[in-house]
């Protein structure tokens, strides 16, 4: 499977998405039923609060190939500071309606 990451701007200071990518190559976690090899196609950000550019950013990632988008921890759970996006409904739900029911969305990553 192919997936793109998308990440929160204000926390790639302090986490260089080690886990995620971790995660997604032994296919733990959210990607536990991930039967096949994934692939990371693009890493970006939100772009920053409130996380517009994620969905051009999100539909750009399909165009290149993602089948599905991975929204990292740092968003959704507020890994590694404990402050999750106050945006990310929000966000995932237009990049939902953008990118189409054919491209699986996970919500976190680890």
């Not at 990371?40 to 517009?52: A, F, L, S």
């Not at 599905?68 to 945006?87: E, M, V």
Request: hydrophobic share 40%; net charge positive.
């Amino acid at each position: 499977m192919k997936i793109g990451l998308i990440r929160c701007l204000q926390t790639e200071d302090m986490c260089p998405g080690t886990i995620c990518f971790k995660v997604m190559s032994i296919n733990k976690l959210a990607f536990k039923d991930v039967l096949e090899d994934i692939e990371i196609v693009g890493v970006n950000t939100c772009g920053g609060c409130p996380g517009k550019k994620s969905v051009t950013r999100a539909a750009e990632m399909v165009k290149r190939g993602a089948e599905a988008i991975a929204f990292a921890s740092c968003i959704t759970r507020g890994n590694p500071i404990g402050f999750a996006c106050p945006h990310a409904e929000q966000m995932i739900a237009a990049v939902e309606k953008k990118v189409g029911e054919s491209v699986k969305i996970f919500d976190y990553t680890h």
